[in-house]
């Protein structure tokens, strides 16, 4: 790949950008998602007409904000804005690695809107949520900070291995403690459906870190890792959001009542 590093060290975003146009399997992987997060956008703002209680609402409201904030995310590196090349430590597989760092930052913004979505649905308590979703914000800046360290790959890893301990923190709540709950809310048959779908997606997100041109790079090219995130946001957002707006649409009188309504056929 061309080096973007000019002779003063300073990446400059035009020139990056003009990377990705040349590289089509990476900047596929960027447009499609722009092009699915409109749609949703604009499917879920229709899907919303229907849902007027105001917990159903605040699910719909926040389920919006994600593929707002994807388009957003994506724009960011498309622009170049958000992406760049680094030289990496001494023991790293490649000498040069373009980073989307981008990615990791807006997922500070869109993974607490899926938690409180799932939060919400589970009708969990303030401080659990708070604790839940202040571990998933730790996840993805030490994400970010190991993508971003170049001091050495020991230090890489060592960011990596924390934000994991953060994503344990997350896991516990969606496989142990937040399904308990939703039972109580009467929200378990749909809970248990999206913590499946999270829980496996979500587990994606570290593997293809560690495999792709970040961490071992035993994928070495930065179009492939890219589509490997694409794929993976396609199908923890928007698919995600979709289903859970259309069960909530169908379902009100249960999110309002905490559980004592007789539950609507879906
Ligand atoms: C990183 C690398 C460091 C270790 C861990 C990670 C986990 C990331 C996850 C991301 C989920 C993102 C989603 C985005 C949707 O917009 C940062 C890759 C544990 C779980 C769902």
Redesign the pocket.
């Given at each position: 790949m061309q080096t973007l590093l000019t002779d003063s060290g300073v990446t400059y975003p035009l020139q990056v950008a003009e990377v990705i146009e040349g590289d089509s399997l990476l900047a596929s992987s960027l447009w499609v998602n722009v092009a699915l997060a409109g749609v949703a956008a604009l499917l879920f703002a229709y899907m919303g007409q229907s849902v007027h209680g105001e917990r159903s609402r605040m699910i719909w409201v926040v389920a919006l904000f994600?593929p707002l904030?994807?388009i957003s995310?994506y724009l960011g590196l498309l622009s170049g804005l958000t992406i760049g090349t680094l030289q990496m430590p001494a023991g790293h597989p490649l000498d040069e690695v373009v980073s989307q760092w981008g990615r990791?930052l807006?997922?500070a913004f869109?993974?607490p809107l899926?938690l409180a979505a799932l939060g919400w649905l589970a009708r969990v308590d303030k401080a659990d949520m708070l604790a839940v979703i202040g571990a998933d914000i730790g996840?993805?800046l030490?994400?970010?900070a190991?993508?971003q360290t170049t001091a050495s790959i020991e230090l890489r890893w060592a960011?990596?291995a924390v934000?994991?301990a953060?994503?344990a923190v997350?896991l516990y709540a969606l496989l142990v403690t937040w399904p308990q709950k939703a039972k109580a809310a009467g929200t378990d048959d749909i809970f248990g459906t999206l913590r499946l779908l999270?829980v496996v997606?979500?587990?994606g997100?570290?593997i293809?870190?560690?495999i792709g041109v970040e961490g071992l790079a035993l994928i070495e090219s930065v179009g492939t890792t890219s589509w490997l995130y694409s794929g993976?946001?396609v199908l923890?957002?928007y698919v995600f959001a979709f289903l859970l707006l259309r069960w909530v649409a169908n379902n009100e009188s249960i999110v309002e009542s905490g559980g004592s309504a007789a539950p609507a056929d879906d």
């Amino acid at each position: 790949m061309q080096t973007l590093l000019t002779d003063s060290g300073v990446t400059y975003p035009l020139q990056v950008a003009e990377v990705i146009e040349g590289d089509s399997l990476l900047a596929s992987s960027l447009w499609v998602n722009v092009a699915l997060a409109g749609v949703a956008a604009l499917l879920f703002a229709y899907m919303g007409q229907s849902v007027h209680g105001e917990r159903s609402r605040m699910i719909w409201v926040v389920a919006l904000f994600i593929p707002l904030v994807s388009i957003s995310s994506y724009l960011g590196l498309l622009s170049g804005l958000t992406i760049g090349t680094l030289q990496m430590p001494a023991g790293h597989p490649l000498d040069e690695v373009v980073s989307q760092w981008g990615r990791y930052l807006t997922w500070a913004f869109s993974t607490p809107l899926i938690l409180a979505a799932l939060g919400w649905l589970a009708r969990v308590d303030k401080a659990d949520m708070l604790a839940v979703i202040g571990a998933d914000i730790g996840m993805c800046l030490t994400g970010l900070a190991a993508a971003q360290t170049t001091a050495s790959i020991e230090l890489r890893w060592a960011f990596y291995a924390v934000s994991c301990a953060f994503f344990a923190v997350v896991l516990y709540a969606l496989l142990v403690t937040w399904p308990q709950k939703a039972k109580a809310a009467g929200t378990d048959d749909i809970f248990g459906t999206l913590r499946l779908l999270t829980v496996v997606l979500w587990l994606g997100y570290p593997i293809v870190w560690a495999i792709g041109v970040e961490g071992l790079a035993l994928i070495e090219s930065v179009g492939t890792t890219s589509w490997l995130y694409s794929g993976l946001d396609v199908l923890a957002k928007y698919v995600f959001a979709f289903l859970l707006l259309r069960w909530v649409a169908n379902n009100e009188s249960i999110v309002e009542s905490g559980g004592s309504a007789a539950p609507a056929d879906d």
